[in-house]
């Protein structure tokens, strides 16, 4: 699993060289395509950012056309940041070659194994946000008894 944690990261750092962007930035795309539309302060606490790092992140992405702004229909003092990237060709044409890959290797399983890596992956998703909300809460506690 760590080994393959590794090669995500390394993968995920050449799609966005590839792409003009900051790693921080792409992982901040990722986390957007994934929970849709959220206001900066989500995107802050899910990226461990600052507010202020964070508004630079959108305002570099706004300019490249990944995310626009919204006014939050609830609120009017937050804004809500949304995803455009998905009909870009080159995200398109930098992830297809995986995609591509990943479906020649899971057309090597049956359903049932397929069901099977599904369901561990899936827990190992929860898993693995458990941890980073524990050594988030940690490096959150540190910094607040060091000051």
């Known amino acids: 699993m760590r080994g393959l944690g590794n090669r995500t990261v390394l993968y995920q750092q050449n799609v966005a060289s590839s792409l003009g962007l900051h790693n921080n930035d792409f992982i901040s795309v990722d986390i957007l395509r994934e929970k849709g539309p959220i206001t900066a302060g989500e995107l802050s606490k899910l990226t461990g950012l600052t507010t202020g790092s964070v508004t630079a992140l959108i305002d570099r992405l706004e300019k490249m056309g990944y995310v626009r702004r919204q006014n939050d229909p609830n609120d009017r ?71």
């Open 77 to 147: 003092r937050k804004v809500i940041i949304v995803p455009l990237y998905e009909n870009k060709d080159e995200v398109s044409n930098t992830y297809m070659p995986l995609h591509n890959a990943m479906v020649q290797l899971a057309s090597s399983y049956t359903d049932e194994e397929l069901a099977l890596i599904t369901q561990f992956l899936g827990k190992a998703s929860t898993v693995l946000d458990e941890q980073i909300d524990h050594l988030s809460s940690k490096a959150r506690n540190k910094s607040s008894s060091s000051t």
